[in-house]
């Protein structure tokens, strides 16, 4: 049987279970929280006094927090690259004719995910420290270029992709909210927060989809985990660019921004790792075949060769001047 078949099969054999995965790790779309419920009621008489309020507590953010807002803003908003990613996995059916319930899951997280670049946007509109047609230009390519996780269609890679990213963006969102807090921004503080909340809990089913998966096919999960790792896990704008500049070149300059303010770190790649080979007990799986146990030890090793690694890792110090943002204060 062809490698291609026996995903086929995982996933359908999964797949009456999503529907309980759905009900676990996402919220009702009526209880959720909408990006109206963190940002001034236009419709309001003190929609202007907010708005005021919010550009002021702007002012205390400094440069490279702005760069890493925007970054992540933009990161959020190339979310139509994500969907129609995961809709073409191996497995996510939108075309089955009854209602698969892993496309339904693709939906249902998008659906979630859109909130964020939602809120996020029309903060950085409202605080009045951002030229909001560049962020809007990078947005565009961002959705326009796509981009090259190295996961093809195999819905193993792509999970063990999600799991990982999902809970980056937990971090960084959840370290930007505290620094907002930090400098008296108690509003994109709670915003950033909630943000980092709704992260988390998606983190944990991509999470419980690779747990499931391990118990119908150890072999096969192990070795794509271990390939992920190999190839490294690529954040998802690692196409970033800024107007008028090449494919990708203002990724780095982000990533050293968020290196520098310690939003998202070479040592948080190497946490995240940790704690996926603990949750998914990488270190207690025994009967794997030759392959998958080199794999499996390959894992097990990684997170000790990564910390020698990234003990002689340089990142810039230097400010790179970004179209994004106007370089007003250094806080
Ligand atoms: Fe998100
Ligand atoms: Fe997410």
Known sequence: MSLKNIRLEVMQAIEPKVQGFMDSFLIPI????????????????????????????????????WVTLVAD??????????????????????????????????????????????????????????????VEITTQHLISDG?????DRDPYKN?????????????????????????????LSKMCNIIAGDEMRHHLAYREFVKTI????????????????????????????????????????FSDCAQRLGVYTAQ???????KLNDYWEVGNIRGLSEQAEKAREYLMKLPERLQRISERMQFSQDQYKFKWVQANGML
């Open 268 to 274: 948080d790649y190497i946490e995240i790792l940790k």
């Open 147 to 151: 981009f090259d996780i190295g996961t």
């Open 159 to 187: 999970f063990v992709y999600t799991t990982f990213q999902e809970l980056a963006t937990n971090i960084s969102h959840k370290r930007v909210g505290k620094m907002a807090r930090q400098k008296g921004n108690g509003l």
């Open 73 to 134: 803003t933009i990161t959020e908003e190339a979310l139509p690259t994500y969907e129609s990613w995961l809709m073409d996995v191996e497995g996510i059916d939108q075309h089955s004719g009854k209602e698969n319930g892993w496309s339904k899951w693709v939906r249902a997280w998008t659906a979630e995910e859109n909130r964020h670049g939602d809120v996020l946007n029309k903060y950085l509109y409202l605080s009045g420290r951002v030229n909001m047609r560049e």
């Open 30 to 65: 009526e209880e959720i929280w909408q990006p109206s419920d963190f940002l001034p009621d236009s419709q309001n008489d003190n929609f202007f006094a907010e708005t005021e309020q919010i550009r002021e507590e702007a002012k205390e953010l400094g440069y490279d927090f």
């Open 214 to 253: 391990m118990g119908q096919d150890p072999n096969g999960i192990i070795e794509a985990f271990a390939d992920m790792m190999k190839k490294k896990i690529v954040m998802p704008a690692h196409f970033l660019r800024e107007s008028g500049e090449s494919i990708g070149t203002a990724f780095e300059q």
